[in-house]
């Protein structure tokens, strides 16, 4: 019905605007309301994906239920059940000196920061590179290199299994003709992380290249100019011109990596270690170990608060990243 | 306005929608059965017939792993977006038996299961039968449990080839190890085994109760010393020598089973044996298909045992009652069961099959013609089933990360007093990790 009222108004809002100068107010408020309901998707789409969710989960972070329990809330509402539930901040205690979460927060961080300084500095190199107006057949490049991003990431999972394999995989096989390894690639700790990270720098490498090409083309070319005039040489101008413009995308680049680096979850979880994250957790992830908690261990309210956990990690990678990138603008400024 | 030109559409495309909603009546009804599903329980072949056999039932197969089909189908049961007929593994029964998840399935008995019950081995029939007394699986096939043994590789190590002096070797577990380090010192590109943390399963499940007691149901696992024992069995297995605080030889590989190097190693010989359910024997064919004629099957130590098997249930929110009871009564029918057996290996709980000269003579050229019908058959009638509580799956997979911890020298944490790259110490990891996921 509501639909029925506000419709002559987009039908005639000429008609609408010119019948008297002085309803126009009123008209345009009426209009202001048909903004809302262009926008009110948006809306509604966060309010019942993103905000409830999260007071939902953030309330779930004070019980502890498992998925019988939650059947039987739902089915038969026994709010005893629910109220026996209730152990408030018993689940937060246990998380602060529960040692899988902070070897899970390891884990993240040594795979994320494997990850993205080389992937970096490799983008950099190639959008250099390509950037090269000397290059032929560029746009071609630029196609192949986006195809590692589009590639389903569960085939990649399968193929780098058996490049990884201890025993028959791709690159032991090759290390055992010089006499090295086997290295335990999914065993032991450090290998595990350098094996994960290499799947993602392979499927998100193109993508950073792309973006910084675009950056690097944006670059004013008066700035190569002059510093060529005044006897700049070529590294010096990489250095100088090139990489200070790029600041602003470095952070976004940044930004993005940290988003996807604590989200890490599908390489580790199809890795080969189940959810465990490997026998001895070595690539144990915080979203994996909140997976596991969840529809392992059936421990709801658990992983709820698992869940505030990373939150709370987010919001204080985010101030880090708000004072580094306020920093840079400064510097700009100067 | 609006309703107007909505009726105007709705007008315009009835026929549209009469085609639609009406045409396939006029046949027989179109029925779609999704079918959520791990591992080889579906066999193709026997689908197909099926679907040759009732052209208006669609199939559709949606494979996953072993503990993502069971957590996901756990989590759908309340919805409507629940598969018609899911498979259950053993290991996750103990769970889908607890009444409160059991009465999100039928009772197959409303759909007849009576009727066909006394068909199936009774100790298998009865682990489909749910704590509220409701029947809520129907059994697929039963393991059984025998060692599958590279003849070749048997040879070269000086060991004996026939089946039955095999067996003699390895009358108990202990014999089965010092079995498997003479074969390694022989063979130095070679393991005696694929994976040592199989042992433990083939071990406890040898004995009478698990991690739980069979009348209280309360949880035992941490003071019943059978699980101790087998737990320590696969230990020992994995780590038979010592160097520098690490476990540095151990009689089997360190390759971790249905991973994309089990499947190679098992191609190149990287180990002789495989603890084999009916089931794995399968596996074996197909992960390695040029080791055709060089296996061969002997008795388990400890005389028999059990692993693994599925349940075919159907969730109560399933739209397709009638139509999946058809087909899981089908597929479950002594006859299929035969043709199953034949073509991929499972074996029957239908168990009058036994008898049966095409089971009770069958060999397999594969696997040098061991009378593999007689040797599954015997083990499967002497199986004594162990009751399985609601979290046996977790407790599984708890301890076989300890051993795996083991064999892989990565106990780097040390435990209860005990220092790290122990094997008590990954025992007293792995009851806290209990204690922890389980209570």
Sequence with gaps: ?334 | MFRRSTLKVVAASAPLLFTLLVAPVHGATQVTLKVSSFGNVFEPKIVDAYRKLHPNIKIVINKMDLDGEHQQLLRSLNSNAVPDIAAVELSYMGQFRQPMIASRFTDLNTLGARAISKDYLPFRYTQGTALNGSQIGIPTDVGGLAVAYRVDLFKQAGLPTDRTKVAKLWRTWADFIKVGKSYNSKMPRSKFIDSTGTLFAAVLNQGTSKYYDPRSHQLIYSNNTHVHQAFNVAAQAGCVTKAAGKCNSSIGTKINQFTADWGAGMQHGAFATILAPAWMLDYIKQQAPSTKGKWDVAAVPGGGGNMGGSMLTIPKNSGNQAASWAFIKWYLAPAQQLTTFKQYGLFPTTYNLYSNPAIKNYKDPFFSNAPLGKIYSSSALALKPIYSGAKDRIIDSTFGQALSRVTQGTQTQSCGGHPSQTVDAAWCQALNDIRRNVG
């Design chain 1, 1 to 334: 019905m509501t639909t029925l009222e506000v419709r002559p108004e987009v039908v005639e809002p000429k008609a609408a605007a010119t019948r008297s100068r002085k309803r126009r107010p009123s008209a345009i408020a009426r209009q202001d309301r048909i903004g809302f309901l262009y926008v009110a998707p948006f809306f509604v789409h966060f309010v019942l994906f993103g905000a409830l969710p999260i007071v939902f989960t953030t309330g779930l972070a004070f019980f502890n239920v498992d998925w019988s329990t939650y059947y039987d809330f739902l089915d038969r509402h026994n709010f005893q059940a629910l109220k026996d539930a209730w152990v408030g901040m018993r689940n937060f205690d246990e998380l602060w000196s529960d040692p899988y979460f902070w070897l899970a927060l390891k884990n993240t961080f040594s795979i994320w920061a494997i990850s993205t300084i080389p992937q970096l500095i490799m983008a950099f190199g190639l959008a250099m590179l390509l950037a090269n107006p000397k290059l032929r057949g560029s746009s071609f490049w630029r196609t192949l290199l986006m195809v590692p991003n589009i590639t389903s990431v569960l085939a990649v999972a399968i193929v780098f299994q058996q490049i990884f394999g201890r025993d028959f995989g791709l690159i032991n096989v090759g290390l055992h003709y010089v006499n090295v390894g086997p290295i335990e690639w999914i065993n032991e700790r450090l290998p595990s992380h350098v094996a994960i990270a290499t799947m993602i720098n392979w499927r998100w490498l193109g993508y950073n290249s792309l973006i910084l090409l675009s950056a690097i083309l944006a670059i004013p070319r008066e700035l190569y100019e002059s510093a060529a005039i005044d006897g700049a040489s070529r590294v010096k101008t990489v250095w100088y011109v090139t990489i200070p413009q790029l600041r602003n995308t470095i952070t976004f680049m940044l930004i993005m990596g940290t988003i996807g680096g604590l989200g890490l979850f599908v390489e580790p979880l199809t890795y080969g270690g189940g959810l465990d994250g490997g026998a001895n957790s070595q690539f144990l992830t915080l979203t994996l170990y909140l997976f596991k908690e969840l529809n392992q261990n059936e421990r709801l309210g658990y992983a709820a608060a698992i869940g505030v956990g990373i939150t709370i990690v987010v919001i204080i990678i985010s101030a880090l990243n708000f004072l580094i990138t306020r920093r840079i603008a400064s510097e700009d400024s100067r």
